[in-house]
């Protein structure tokens, strides 16, 4: 189907494979319940949040190069030129992003993925899937997130350097660090669901709409500021 605009609320759920994704929602679960969440609990009890803060700072500025790129393939360079900024201002003053001192003088983080940009063109979600230990997402957003993995400069800086283990490293990080930020969204969407498979799809899906309906409305705004209006 193709992308129309409209609330979070009226997105429609493909979702063909439910009984296996069901499954592999279980599975992930019992993962999640035996190993993962017990790491994200350590993690919380070692570093503080203001730690915590600046670690997450660290990743928005390594995505930096992803965010730019998928700002510019939607045609928002505006967007673009205000990742230049975030970048220069957060690496330099912000310590290496480790603070994020562009949000305090105005320039707000935005994410952007290639996803968000297939959207932007009229691409459809495509069937929700779930996949083991990663988790949910539709085939659209999958796609994307290859996408960005495999065009992202840093991979290939450490991947033509040999330092496969670094990227790797780096990339269990992050995996962390977002499984942290998620810790206690999903634990308050599993007490007040009654179909929790269903929630987390629900969520996920007004999520990805809410992100792709700012990207273009970020778009429609630099566009109609670059038009004068005369008063007659």
Not at 16 to 38: G, L, Q, S, T
Not at 79 to 92: D, K
Not at 203 to 215: H, I, K
Request: hydrophobic content about 40%; glycine content about 6%; overall charge negative.
């Amino acid at each position: 189907a193709k992308f129309e605009e409209g609330s979070a609320d009226d997105v429609p759920v493909n979702d063909p494979f439910e009984p296996m994704n069901r499954k592999i929602f279980a599975f992930n679960k019992a993962v999640d319940d035996a190993y993962i969440n017990p790491v994200v609990l350590g993690y919380r009890e070692a570093l503080p949040q203001p730690v915590r803060t600046g670690v997450s700072n660290v990743f928005r500025n390594l995505r930096s190069p992803i965010d730019f790129i998928n700002q510019t393939l939607q045609g928002d360079f505006e967007g673009a030129g205000t990742v230049v900024a975030r970048t220069v201002i957060n690496t330099t003053v912000g310590i290496a992003g480790l603070m994020d001192v562009a949000e305090d003088q105005g320039l707000p983080y935005e994410q952007e993925d290639f996803g968000q940009t297939l959207a932007s063109w009229g691409v459809g979600h495509g069937p929700y899937v779930v996949v083991p230990v990663l988790g949910p997402s539709s085939t659209r957003d999958y796609i994307g997130y290859f996408a960005d993995a495999f065009m992202n400069p840093v991979r290939m800086y450490l991947f033509n350097t040999d330092r496969e283990d670094v990227y790797y490293a780096l990339a269990g990080a992050q995996y962390l660090e977002l499984r942290e930020s998620l810790y206690d969204v999903l634990a308050d969407l599993e007490n007040a669901s009654i179909d929790y498979y269903a929630s987390v799809r629900s969520t996920y899906y007004q999520r990805r709409e809410a992100l792709v309906q700012d990207s273009l409305s970020s778009l429609e705004d630099a566009e109609s500021a670059d038009i004068p209006v005369y008063d007659e």
